[in-house]
């Protein structure tokens, strides 16, 4: 399909993943037999749209070269940071003089493995005409409660609360000013939409799978082999 604007994928692989508690960072760690990232980078490469996919890895990261991408043609490699956004910086960074400050960037957690082409071609047909952006996301299904000192000071009405997940699609050239902007007023952003709302943008909610997990606990690796086994059924 003709489109007006390059897509671009951006994957935070640089984090050491401490709540899992292993010896080796979590985006390498064996599910079915594969590393998570290597899972992660295969459904991305299979959504022809992307160009190129830019990975941020760990300075001290050693276990890349293993992967069998090193080669790859829509494969790009960037120095990751010390928090996430710092590592999505850097990709962006990457892609100075090769993207366009129109084309849209789609950044994905290394550590969401089972994310489904399908999801990320929904994320695309209903943004790409959007003038932001916005990001797959998930209504929550349990009540949601303020906590301050382990009481209860507030609960927020779950009508108005979705869970984050990736991809979040943006501007190339308005994401890297967004974080820009966050990294020089000091302020931590967990997510990319979160650094265009302190712009005073609306990004746009897309309703994404529930079995778009992020690997965080030890546990989650077996729910993501699950997920993946599930997913080849479909
Ligand atoms: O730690 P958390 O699960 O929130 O990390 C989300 C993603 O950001 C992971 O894919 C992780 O590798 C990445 N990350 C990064 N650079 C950091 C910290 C996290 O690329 N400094």
Redesign the pocket.
């Known amino acids: 399909m003709n489109r007006n604007h390059a897509f671009w994928g951006v ?5 050491v ?1 401490k709540r899992m508690g292993a010896d080796i ?1 979590k ?1 390498y760690l064996p599910v079915l037999g594969k590393p998570v990232l290597q899972h992660t980078l295969e459904r991305l490469l299979s959504v022809e749209a992307l160009s190129a996919v830019v990975v ?1 890895l760990g300075k001290e990261d050693g276990f890349w070269p293993d992967l069998p991408f090193a080669n790859h043609p829509r494969i790009l490699v960037a120095d ?5 956004a ?2 999505v910086l850097s990709a962006l960074n990457r892609l100075e003089g090769i993207a366009k400050a129109d084309d849209w960037v789609l950044v994905h ?3 969401r493995l089972c994310i489904t082409r399908a999801d990320v071609l929904k994320l695309i047909n209903i943004l790409e005409h959007d003038p932001v952006g916005g990001i797959l996301a998930l209504p929550s299904s349990d009540t949601l409660k303020g906590v301050s000192d382990g009481i209860i000071v507030d609960t927020v009405n779950r009508n108005h609360v979705w869970r984050a997940l990736t991809p979040q699609m943006f501007r190339y050239g308005a994401l890297k000013e967004a974080l820009t902007t966050a990294a020089e007023l000091g302020l931590t952003v ?1 997510d990319e939409a979160s650094a265009l709302e302190l712009k005073g943008q609306t990004p746009r909610i897309v309703e994404g799978r529930p079995d778009n997990i ?1 690997i ?1 606990r030890p546990e989650d690796l077996a729910l993501a082999a699950f997920y993946l086994e599930q997913q080849c059924c479909e």
Request: charged residues 25%; glycine residues 18%; proline residues 9%.
């Open positions: 994957v935070p692989a640089a984090g993943g960072p985006q941020a990751g940071g010390k928090e996430r710092d590592s957690d290394a550590a967990t992020k965080t």
